[in-house]
């Protein structure tokens, strides 16, 4: 499958509009920000030309599954840092994972 990183940014944007990113007040612009990451994963999806399909989808897998595990573990620290409560997926997230 062959996505230009133009076509990726416009589907980030579609995806923010059921899951909006708080930005903040980060010193970039989002679009900027879109940019750079859609241009660094079609690039990572061009470098994996060479491997096969298995190996491919491992990949995506693993790097998919580091940002999930990495954006929970910041939005936890934020929230514990500005002394807020964890909302409901958050807290439940973390119930099943204490077991």
């Known amino acids: 499958m062959s ?12 995806v923010e509009t059921e899951d909006p990113i708080d930005f903040a007040d980060l010193p970039f ?17 061009s470098e994996m030309d060479v491997l096969s399909d298995e190996d491919r989808q491992l990949s995506l897998l693993a790097t998919t599954a580091k940002l999930v595990l990495e954006n929970l573990v910041l939005h ?12 409901d997926s958050t807290a439940e997230l973390m119930r099943r994972l204490r077991g």
Do not use: F, H, W, Y
């Open 29 to 45: 612009e989002e679009e900027a920000l879109r940019s750079l990451v859609a241009n660094k994963l079609c690039e990572m999806m």
């Open 76 to 87: 936890v620290q934020l929230l514990r840092k500005d002394g807020l409560p964890m909302d």
């Open 3 to 14: 996505v230009t990183p133009e076509q990726l940014e416009v589907l980030i944007q579609e």
